[in-house]
């Protein structure tokens, strides 16, 4: 089992560009999330989506979509990407809201110049 | 408004020394306390939650709900153990997990 898998791991974009990041699991687990990390600030939510064909905002949504393509797919667009945006974005899965344990991907650092 | 406060961003101390990472967390309901743990070059991943009441690796936590704390200890520090630790918080069936800012424990051999 691969667990939960991100792509791409590395990008950089000019200010202005667009660009999605994937995630999949195939851990059938219903539950799926988008954070952010930045030095001195932990782990910040943007987007979750507790089960198919819902998702939520979370702390940070601003600037950002998502869709959750199926059970196995979420995914995290960036429409016009600004330098604030330069992060490492960590996508993570759990078998059902509320239950804590959280399954993360590797994480895609992304750069925003 | 759920919060995660993790005071020491960073900590390092000697191998065979007790190790004690402090957690506090502010939260009105009734809360549900997580450790994650990064190794390096490995993911994020859960160490262990106050309702299981186990020990992983030589760790423990207890939740202290008149402190509003969650601190992790381990009697005895092993080089293996460093790593960025990080507490989370979720309100019950709560969907939204909570980080604090992290800290870097060192190991010193």
């Known amino acids: 089992n691969a667990g939960v898998t991100q792509t791409p791991k590395f990008q950089v974009l000019k200010t202005g560009q667009s660009m999605t990041l994937q995630c999949a699991q195939d851990m059938n687990h219903n539950s799926m999330y988008w954070y952010r990390q930045d030095p001195g600030m932990g782990l910040r939510l943007i987007y979750y989506?507790?089960?198919?064909?819902?998702?939520d905002k979370g702390e940070v949504p601003n600037g950002y979509n998502v869709s959750r393509l199926n059970k196995r797919e979420f995914s995290l667009r960036l429409e016009s990407a600004a330098p604030s945006q330069t992060s490492v974005y960590f996508c993570?899965?759990?078998?059902?809201?509320?239950?804590?344990?959280?399954?993360f991907g590797e994480g895609s650092r992304l750069t925003v110049l | 408004a759920q919060r995660v406060t993790q005071p020491e961003k960073l900590l390092s101390v000697f191998k065979g020394a007790p190790v004690e990472l402090k957690c506090n967390y502010s939260y009105s309901g009734s809360p549900e306390l997580f450790w994650y743990v990064q190794y390096s070059r490995q993911r994020l991943q859960l160490l262990l939650r106050?309702?299981s009441r186990e020990s992983i690796k030589g760790f423990t936590a207890d939740l202290n709900k008149g402190e509003t704390s969650f601190h992790l200890k381990k009697p005895f520090a092993q080089e293996e153990d460093s790593a960025m630790y990080y507490c989370a918080l979720s309100g019950f069936g709560n969907e939204k997990l909570t980080f604090g800012t992290g800290t870097r424990l060192t190991i010193i051999p």
């Open positions: 106050h309702i």
């Open positions: 993570a899965s759990s078998v059902e809201r509320g239950t804590g344990e959280l399954f």
């Open positions: 989506s507790a089960s198919e064909g819902t998702t």
